[in-house]
């Protein structure tokens, strides 16, 4: 979060790329509203409509690298299942509360 912060001293928008087609990080300095119409949420081609849209605004932004974001249970499960961090984190340990609680 700290890098992606950071990013925006030199460009408007930072994006973090996730590997269903959409973005796990979305950040501006900008007011940019119509970045948001007409994208088609929750399929496969979010990040690359939303690409084409700063493209076509010719605003600058930086990309950062792409990881798997949480959408669903099954999407957390599975990340929590394969976890390599410190297994006491905080987030780690509440996820783990929280996806014991909605299942």
């Not at 928008?13 to 269903?20: H, L, R």
């Not at 690359?48 to 493209?55: H, R």
């Not at 990309?63 to 905080?90: R, S």
């Amino acid at each position: 979060m700290q890098s992606a912060i950071s990013v925006l001293n030199n460009y408007s928008v930072v994006i973090g790329p996730a590997k269903d087609g959409g973005y796990y990080l979305l950040g501006f300095k900008l007011k940019l509203i119509d970045l948001f119409s007409e994208i088609e949420w929750s399929t496969n081609s979010v990040f690359v409509n939303t690409i084409e849209k700063l493209n076509n605004s010719k605003i600058n932004y930086f990309v950062l690298d792409e990881l798997t974001d949480i959408d669903t249970l099954e999407d957390l499960q599975n990340w929590l299942k394969h976890y390599k961090g410190n297994a006491a984190h905080p987030i780690k340990v509440f996820l783990e509360s929280y996806s014991k609680q909605i299942q």
